[in-house]
């Protein structure tokens, strides 16, 4: 019997043991690396179909048995939540043996355009669109399909527009505007067409946000006995209809948070205007040429140990996921000073050697120590950086390379948010699936 044979029948009984609970699972190889991660509506049924013995994983996934050592799971809230976290977990961690969601593709947001003076509502997987710039979120969904479906049928209560015209309230011409089937149906109130005042309109848009937020039990309520009136009535294509409509509007509470970072690549840049930010931060650092690429390095210490630093680049204010990187650091385990200058020795070392282009910012997650300590490294290098800055954590003041005074700038600033936001990709970059793991307290690495 093989050692990975042997490992079965603890591993099946360790599954048997797990609760009866919608969650993630993690396998893994004796050396700790996750080799596959998945969700269940029950973690003890579908980690335990794993190890029994007639299982048939099919040509991709059985080679997958020889190999696995040990497992983690994450309990979850319901399976929207585990469909989230394994979605966010394989996009970290690139397991070997998961061949979807590997990609870039996002669950979907619902977006209500409160800048406009008609907001619109609509369905988007960029909430960082700038077309969308102070709109509230809602989500991400799990189910695209039941958002839409539940966005059609909500229309016909609230009547808001999901079309893309740029309307102004008291433009002229939206008096002889013709609007379209949607008004003429019952569905929208055409304020394109001046058919509702703006304050009329709005107070549609709040009665519409307030149902997204609170309890749907009195609609709900409503439909079902619709549904089953029309059950009794032999209406039975009428009572399929309904029963859709039910299960779309249960289907928006399968949601997350924009605030829970489910989805960073998303949402990094929401309310940022990469163009001008960029523009801004050239202004604050006084450059002569604009600025297009910009890495950010960051120290993190995973479970109090195994210090790593990451290192994420952003072209034209937006990530460049292909030249992500992290570094396991070597030589010390919680001196941050001497891992950044391993990291930024290790990354910028063909730079400095006139092998490789520098980045036009190189931007440091800490104070004027960590800026430091980055220049020490810099420094026993031939060719030099053109921009080494650094960002403070809750002063959140901007250090520059050869100036002693800090840059303090507006919250709003641009630049500054732009700042922020490389700061926060690679801090999250450095920490991975870790950042999942403490938020549902459950359990650490092994």
Request: aromatic share 8%; proline share 5%.
């Amino acid at each position: 019997m093989s050692e990975a044979t042997s490992r079965i029948p603890d591993l099946l009984r360790k599954a048997r043991a797990l609760p009866a609970v919608p969650g993630v699972y993690l396998m893994k190889d004796d050396k700790g690396r996750v080799l596959y991660v998945g969700k269940a509506s029950r973690l003890c049924d579908r980690v335990s179909s794993y190890f029994i013995p007639s299982t048939d994983l099919g040509p991709r996934k059985q080679p997958m048995l020889d190999l696995v050592a040990d497992f983690d799971t994450i309990e979850c809230e319901g399976e929207w939540e585990a469909l989230l976290a394994e979605n966010r977990l394989i996009k970290d961690l690139h397991p070997r043996f998961n061949a979807f969601l590997t990609d870039d593709k996002t669950f979907p947001y619902l977006a209500v355009s409160l800048r406009d003076d008609f907001p619109g509502v609509f369905i988007t997987r960029n909430p960082s669109d700038p077309k969308l710039k102070g709109a509230k979120f809602y989500g991400p969904f799990t189910s695209g399909y039941a958002l839409q479906d539940a966005v059609k049928m909500l229309q016909q209560v609230f009547k808001y527009r999901t079309c893309s015209l740029d309307i102004v309230a008291d433009d002229p011409r939206n008096n002889t505007f013709r609007p379209c089937l949607l008004y003429t149906i019952g569905q929208c109130t055409a304020p394109c067409a001046n058919r509702i005042g703006k304050e009329a309109y709005r107070e549609d848009i709040r009665r519409f946000m307030r149902f997204l937020e609170s309890k749907r039990s009195a609609m709900l309520r409503e439909l079902r006995e619709e549904m089953e009136q029309a059950s009794v009535n032999l209406e039975f294509e009428r009572a399929a209809v309904l029963r859709d409509q039910v299960r779309a509007i249960e289907k928006l509470d399968d949601r997350g948070r924009i605030t829970d970072g489910w989805q960073p690549e998303a949402e990094l840049l929401v309310g940022i205007d990469p163009p001008r930010s960029l523009a801004s931060l050239r202004r604050t650092l006084k450059l002569d040429s604009p600025i297009r690429c910009i890495e950010g390095i960051d120290i993190a210490h995973l479970q109090g140990g195994e210090t790593v630093g990451s290192k994420v680049c952003f072209v034209d204010g937006r990530p460049f996921k292909e030249e992500y990187r992290r570094y396991k650091v070597r030589s010390v385990d919680n001196d941050d000073y001497m891992a950044i200058r391993e990291v930024v020795s290790r990354r910028y070392r063909d730079a400095g050697e006139g092998h490789e282009l520098y980045p036009d910012v190189i931007l440091i997650d800490g104070g004027l120590g960590q800026l430091h300590a980055a220049l020490e490294a810099f420094d026993t290098l031939d060719v030099k950086p053109p921009m080494v800055i650094s960002l403070a954590k809750k002063e959140e003041v901007l250090y520059v390379q050869r100036q002693s005074e800090p840059i303090r700038l507006g919250r709003e600033n641009l630049g500054l948010r732009l700042c922020q936001a490389i700061r926060d990709e690679a801090h999250r970059f450095a920490q991975h699936y870790h950042h999942v793991l403490r938020r549902k307290k459950t359990l650490g690495e092994k």
